[in-house]
């Protein structure tokens, strides 16, 4: 044990005892500098097998596999090999039933011999020191006095051995205060050091080998176990980072300026390919916005169904809306085309599902009164929650991305203002080329532009906006691969801000922690999850062959971690929420599983998205099936409760 075992060592160090070592082999490949120690400091070492199960209930073979594992591991760290055999579970000196006999048998048949014991005081249950130094004393004093030596068995691993390395000092001394020699296994048996751990030949190249396999090993357990810890510790830090920012900013924010009147020009941009089912409910909210002057321009880039039938049909006469027909180009080029026809100082920018609130463009237009201001994002929300995989999204909308964008909007460095509710300074665009066309996320894209250009983009929460979200999970890949890889994009472009002091806030904290949370982290988060899987997997399978007696210690550290961070992870939530004026707190209930499926599929997407960008592969904007499942009536209303 790397925490206890250190502790008895120091103690045996200090008393001049030297002890003989039963090594569980995987505890040895996790720890093999300590393994290593306890063979410099004169201890002796032998086998307790590799995986710590019941030799007599194993087959020949895996009872040969566990025996030999645990061999090479000693022969390739200590370059010795080990003679002295003590079966798990096996409690007394002499085999008195079949199965210990069977198991001293096969250990017996590969060169061991086994080593049994007297005086055990049961400290692996975890008894007092003063219990465990009672029973020692007195089942030495039991022992008959012509017995040439006995065997004390303690543990230095499995769990919490505090009161065994406290019992440690006062068993020596006791033992010593009647006379008693405390000497290894190889004295007491009347054999040498070299005769219970010889040295390997020098002409075994296996060795080598081996050597290089263990530590492999080491490392690769070593490199989970650290992902773990900075996984857990990084989320718990951001969660907190983000958290006391945007409680920050709530506080310190200026007030919102008044709304924009009625003479303000805004022109209003919805690119729209193959969106027949939804774009007449997008441009008819548009049209019942309330204190502002609208233009709304529709771009059908190359649709192939009947949009432009559709805003034909519909809004032929009103003159607020125009409707351009492009061949298909892609959602930049299309906008800018529809930026080229404006006549606003305001531009809105928006996805041809997305349905706003009334209030909602006249709350975005009213900061362009400062001419700082270049880009003000508002609060997109998720109007179709209406399964599983869209009531994730939702909840993730309100305490991942919104949570975010508030916790950077307090330092004044928001990286995104959304496809689906966003405004822009039509000069500033014009003075920037447009919307970008070669990134898949040009929202993003132009968002960190516009700052580098020198004017600021803010986040209004109370522009609302209903978008439908995927409701499958092939959907959800989709989109969510596009914006990864979008988000790669934009970070390798503007790789020229990151760190850099001349862009404040945006260069030293929000475009590294992107690169942090949602790259690196974003990529170690599956080695957490598989070193919690990996440990249930193992305690499971311990316990059906251990029963109550299996080491449970790994696992309960780890889930001790984990349940801090889920912990934590709904404080965050709870927070997140309380920013919103409308939401339904039942959302909360699927935040435990949105853990277990939802964002391993993220994990996953991340994954290819990084692994497309590193072979350079063209990844194009893969259209969503639009369903027509957001209604602004219902999206306003608390959501059902899940069937």
């Not at 062959?545 to 889920?566: C, E, N, P, R, S």
Request: net charge negative; glycine share 8%; proline share 5%.
């Amino acid at each position: 044990s790397p925490e206890w075992t250190p502790k008895i060592l120091d103690i045996l160090k200090e008393k001049e005892v030297t002890a003989t070592f039963f090594i569980v082999g995987e505890n040895g490949e996790e720890n093999p500098r300590l393994l290593q120690r306890v063979l410099a400091e004169g201890h002796e070492i032998g086998n307790h097998t590799f995986t710590h199960p019941n030799i007599a209930q194993a087959s020949g073979e895996g009872a040969r596999l566990e025996l030999n594992a645990t061999q090479r591991l000693v022969q390739a760290l200590t370059g010795r090999s080990i003679r002295l055999f003590r079966p798990p579970f096996f409690g007394d000196a002499e085999p008195t039933t079949p199965e210990e006999i069977r198991a001293v048998k096969i250990a017996q048949s590969l060169g061991y011999a086994t080593v049994g014991l007297r005086v055990d005081p049961d400290d692996w249950a975890g008894p007092s020191a003063d219990t465990i130094v009672e029973r020692i004393m007195r089942r030495i004093e039991d022992t008959n006095p012509e017995t040439r030596g006995q065997v004390i068995l303690l543990h230095d691993a499995g769990g919490d051995r505090s009161q065994t390395v406290a019992a440690l000092p006062r068993i020596i001394d006791g033992l010593r205060a009647r006379g008693l020699d405390i000497v290894p296994i190889s004295q007491l048996a009347g054999w040498t050091y070299d005769q219970v751990m010889p040295p390997v030949p020098a002409e075994d190249r296996s060795v080598l080998v081996n050597s290089y396999v263990f530590l492999t090993a080491s490392w690769v357990q070593a490199t989970l176990h650290t992902l773990f810890m900075l996984a857990i510790g990084l989320g718990l830090a951001r969660l907190g980072v983000l958290c006391g920012l945007a409680i920050w900013g709530r506080f310190t924010s200026k007030p919102s300026p008044a709304p924009a009147s009625d003479g303000v020009l805004v022109s209003v941009l919805i690119p729209a390919f193959n969106e027949d089912m939804v774009i007449a409910g997008s441009v008819a909210h548009i049209l019942d916005s309330r204190n502002v002057k609208l233009e709304v321009i529709v771009i059908d880039d190359g649709s192939t169904d009947g949009t432009s039938d559709m805003v034909r049909d519909r809004f032929a006469a009103d003159p607020r809306v125009t409707l351009l027909t492009l061949p298909n180009g892609g959602k930049a080029r299309a906008i800018n085309a529809g930026l080229a026809k404006a006549h606003g100082e305001i531009v809105v920018a928006l996805d041809a599902d997305t349905h706003f609130e009334p209030d909602t463009i006249a709350r975005l237009a009213r900061w362009f009164g400062d001419e700082k201001v270049g880009a003000v994002a508002g609060n997109a929300k998720v109007g179709n929650r209406i399964n599983l995989i869209t009531r994730w999204q939702a909840l993730e909308y309100i305490t991942a991305q919104n949570l975010e964008r508030r916790a950077l909007a307090a330092l004044d460095c928001i990286t995104v203002v959304p496809g689906a509710v966003g405004a822009w300074r039509r000069s500033a665009l014009i003075e920037l080329g447009g919307f970008p066309t070669d990134t898949l996320a040009e929202d993003q894209d132009l968002t960190i532009a516009i700052q580098k250009a020198g004017y600021r983009a803010i986040f209004d929460a109370d522009a609302v906006a209903w978008t439908e979200a995927p409701d499958t999970v092939r959907g959800l890949m989709k989109q969510r691969f596009r914006w990864s890889f979008g988000t790669l994009q934009c970070l390798w472009k503007h790789a020229d801000v990151t760190l850099r002091p001349r862009y404040g806030a945006l260069g030293l904290v929000a475009l590294p922690q992107a690169w942090l949370f949602q790259i690196v982290l974003g990529l170690v988060s599956p080695f957490v999850d598989l070193l919690l899987i990996s440990q249930l997997i193992a305690v499971a399978s311990d316990y059906l062959q251990h029963g109550d007696q299996l080491d449970t210690g790994h696992l309960k550290m780890t889930l001790v971690y984990y349940a801090i961070f889920i912990a934590v992870d709904l404080a965050t939530a709870v927070v997140a929420f309380s920013f919103e004026k409308r939401e339904d707190w039942r959302l909360l209930w699927w935040l435990a599983l949105q853990r277990f499926g939802y964002r391993q599929l993220l994990y996953y997407v991340l994954t290819k998205s990084v692994s497309h960008a590193a072979m350079g592969h063209f990844v194009g904007w893969g259209k969503l099936d639009r369903k027509a499942t957001v209604t602004l009536e219902s999206a306003t209303r608390a959501p059902a409760p899940a069937e």
